[in-house]
């Protein structure tokens, strides 16, 4: 197959360009790599500038990237649904691990009193000692977060060496086999290790999918179709949560894994049928809508050319390795992720991730045993699951819609520059969410007052954790497009290893400190954490310049 040209920075500013109108003309002005002009005479401009390749993937039809959206959206919600559910199932676990049937305890309609001391332990029944520690049975739940974060560091590089649509497919198969493993599971340490593998195939959830959906759409539809893919996740999530406490109670929880592999296997089979190849290389130019090529008059895009470059075929969409092996490329990924770590607007991303990610675990790993105390029975505990489909449904226009047409109307204002700062007011009400849910929580959890306010609480974090993540992923790619492999996978590595040791102590210190006094220490950190935004948005395109310097235009 005939490889398309790119074009090199150090080259390009030194060569005319074709302009819109056809005429060649060079200008001596340097943009901050990206900013960019995102509306021109012609109106809304197309960036990154799509080449004449019709095997591009943004020259792909419209119906095309949607079906494989979906279907990545189908495969991430079904990954993240097993690590959610899962964290509501710590009870069960302390029971299993400990020598005791958790059908007969669960069924007692005496187990929700007895917990009303707040102590996790006190599921147990009267003479019973516990044979696992908290930490050991909260490791199914954030093991997977570990090895989520890790695996990043891995399958990007990867990704970029073999291409983004065989590591995908790998990964599908290590999240169901993992899933099968851990229902056929006989011991703790088998169900961890059973957990870490699925962790590893779920890890292209949080690295790979955004990258994916980001090589198929433009900067002005990034928003919207990252949000899908988050959004999506509450179906999966409800179904499962609601359903998963009443199977461990009756049956066995055995069945949540087994259900979610059973799917995970069929999903597999579209991802290989109607996920294309969307690994494309693009020079800065690109990145920043330039028009490398030629442009018609009154058009923003080049048309396709079929005869030079050869026409978009089942092959070059769905095959595999079909764009040749790259390894220096992919030592470079290796390298890279670790150098933009200290880039002060990735450093940010990561806090504010960390600190959200851990708070949502802590809520997912705590609100079983909130709900006991609060008189719910636990095969009716799934009710905790409720706001994710509420959430997961605003999410997308919360951080899609909404979003993107908040980043527009910001653009106009400023005079059609688009800068990745527009998205930050975004992010200022997922910490105003997320600190009142974490108020409303904490004084509903110490003090066992209505479900309602539990489950409240629940969903404003949730909400304000999900906007901030879809509003991140689309920031941190704007910022830095020539480096997008990278920056995704410090952000949701390192969010994940970070906020790994602290959310492992989560049923820890409830024990210790209490609903209130935890969900306030939490609260306060998202104010500290909050008052960044400001800081970010008048001053985040100085250092954009002093990191990724500009591109001529």
Known sequence: MEKRPVSQASDYSTSPLKSEGGTSTTTKETAVLGSSELFNENGLRFIPMPTPDPKDPLNMPNWQKWTAIIVLCLFGSLGLAAEVVIGGLIPVFVLEYSGVDPVSVLSDPTTAARVGSGDPLSILPPGVTAKVTLVQVALLATVPQIANGISGYI?????????????????????????????????????IAARVLHGLGAGSVEALLPLIVQDMVFIHQRARATAAVIASQGVFIVILGVTGPYLAAH???????????????????????????????????????????????????????????????????????????HWREALVGIVEPLQVSFYPSVLLMVVMNTVFLMISSATAQTITFALLAAGIPFEWTGISSLPSIVGTVLIYF??????????????????????????????????????AGCFIFGIAAENNLSPALLLFGNFLILLGSLTLLTTSNVFIIESYPQKANSVIVSVSSLKIISSFFLSTQATTWLAELGSLRLFAIFAELLIVVSLSIPVLYFFGKRMRMWTSGGVKA
């Open 155 to 191: 399958l990007i590089p990867l990704s970029v060496a073999i291409g983004r649509r065989p590591v995908l497919i790998v990964t599908a198969v290590a999240a169901w086999a993992g899933g099968f493993w851990a229902g056929a599971s006989t011991s703790l340490g088998s169900h």
């Open 398 to 435: 919360l951080g899609g819609s909404v979003a993107d047409k908040l980043a527009l109307k910001i653009t106009r204002l400023n005079g059609g520059q688009r800068e990745p700062e527009h998205l930050l007011p975004n992010m200022s009400i997922s910490f105003l969410m997320g600190i």
């Open 251 to 325: 049956y066995t929880w055995r069945w949540i894994y087994w259900i979610t592999s059973v799917l995970g296997v069929i999903v597999w089979v579209l991802i290989m049928v109607l996920v294309p190849e969307t690994k494309w290389t693009r020079s800065k130019e690109e990145l920043s809508g330039l028009a490398v090529y030629p442009l018609a008059q009154g058009e923003n895009r080049p048309r396709l050319d079929a005869e030079k470059y050869g026409p978009r075929t089942r092959w070059t969409d769905y095959g595999v390795f079909q764009n040749g092996v």
